[in-house]
């Protein structure tokens, strides 16, 4: 059986499949050859194992201590990826996942002191670095907030009993959880809190509120992974965009991405890595000025006529996409 795509070389089993919250699945994956990724990364999955359809899901399970490569993914009511995944597949299936990508981990970082903050799914990169943690650096003061929607959407429920972790519960607050949401006063109580390296994951208000108040409490070591990604309202004025097939303008911010542009005003574009590695988001532009970041995957002759990477394409004037 030949990969669906070069991306995507890693072909693995489900071997089982645990329910994390009543809209969170983990899919545990036997994995035959050495699976190269750091703790916090994430791998691109090939949906249906297409070539055309590939999504970025964080792997939750931690280099040389799972047993099993882990996906953990949040259903997503009309979701192609995550519907699949969570809806459809079963044990005995086989998955195609690229290596671990993104610069989210803690490996590198030469530092005793963390304080890693999730909400919601995006509390997958982290416990698999609370897991390298306990084993590579168990010297390591590691404090942990975990903001939830109620008790009931906390996953890794079992295994957060390993670690000392300060739980957060928007709605239905029961005992062991704080109530409410993120606050100043929470983060000040956090022991040494502007000594600590700062790793946070979650829908993007949520990590644009922890970045705002931990630098206001002294941090200067800040990292954050994109887990979500933030679609801006459509813009009336900015850069135009003219598609022509079909025929539609609309508009965004100088400074925007063309991918951002294309998905705030809902313009169809496949977009799974976002950092201009996996090439699903190739876009033709016929006319206009831009810079791009990135051509991973496209050919010379592709560049030459005018195709680019969408999210790593940076319109300096009006653009023409075919």
Known sequence: MTMPTPLCPYRMQVHHIHQETPDVWTLSLINHDVYPYKAGQYALVSIRNSDETLRAYTISSTPGLSPFVTL?????????????LTQEVKVGDYLWLSEGQGEFTCEQLDTERYLLMAAGCGVTPIMSMRRWLAKHRPQADVQVIYNVRSP??????????????????????????????????????VPDIASRTVMTCGPAPYMDLVEKEVKALGVTEFYQEKFFTPVAAPAESGLKFTTLKPMREFYAPAGTTLLAALESNSVPVNAACRAGVCGSCKTKVTSGEYTVSSTMTLTEAEIASGYVLACSCHPQSDLVLA
């Not at 953990?72 to 699949?84: F, H, L, N, Q």
């Not at 906390?154 to 390993?162: A, G, L, S």
């Open 72 to 84: 953990t993914v949040r259903r997503i009511e009309d979701g192609a990826g995550s519907g699949w």
């Open 152 to 189: 009931e959407d906390v996953i890794f429920v079992d295994e957060w009993r390993h670690y000392p972790v300060t739980l957060v519960a928007e709605n239905n607050a029961a005992h062991g959880f704080i109530a409410g949401r993120l606050t100043r006063e929470l983060l000040a109580a």
